[in-house]
Nanobody, 122 residues
Framework: QVQLQESGPGLVKPSQTLSLTCTVS??????????WSWIRQPPGKGLEWMGV???????YYSPSLKSRTSISRDTSKNQFSLQLSSVTPKQTAKYYC??????????????WGKGTLVTVSS
């Protein structure tokens, strides 16, 4: 089965770029079965989908975040990454990397990383 693990700094200063990496095992990020997404949950709030990178490297972002969000990948390391620029304390959240699978009948998120809390603070 697929396993995902987030990594990166737990503390980011305001105005800087938040950078996280998801390391995937048990499956290839170039397989066309899954796409690979980032989801976050601010304290006391609901889940927010941020964006996704597909097996061929194409990317799609939440309209509210697309201007300062970038998802990339390193296929040689079976990793994909998130960069969120110009952060403020409002970007403090628990960040998850997640698989996405879409079929004609369903859209599922089968595998989640354990999440990593990123605090934006000076």
């Amino acid at each position: 089965q697929v396993q995902l693990q987030e990594s990166g700094p737990g503390l980011v200063k305001p105005s800087q770029t938040l950078s996280l990496t998801c390391t995937v095992s048990g499956g290839s990020i170039t397989s066309n079965y899954y796409a690979w997404s980032w989801i976050r949950q601010p304290p006391g709030k609901g889940l927010e989908w941020m964006g996704v990178i597909a097996y061929d490297g194409s990317t799609y972002y939440s309209p509210s975040l697309k201007s300062r969000t970038s998802i990339s990948r390193d296929t040689s390391k079976n990793q994909f990454s998130l960069q969120l620029s110009s952060v403020t304390p409002k970007q403090t959240a628990k960040y998850y990397c997640v698989t996405e699978h879409r079929s004609s009948r369903a859209h599922t998120r089968d595998y989640w990383g354990k999440g990593t809390l990123v605090t934006v603070s000076s």
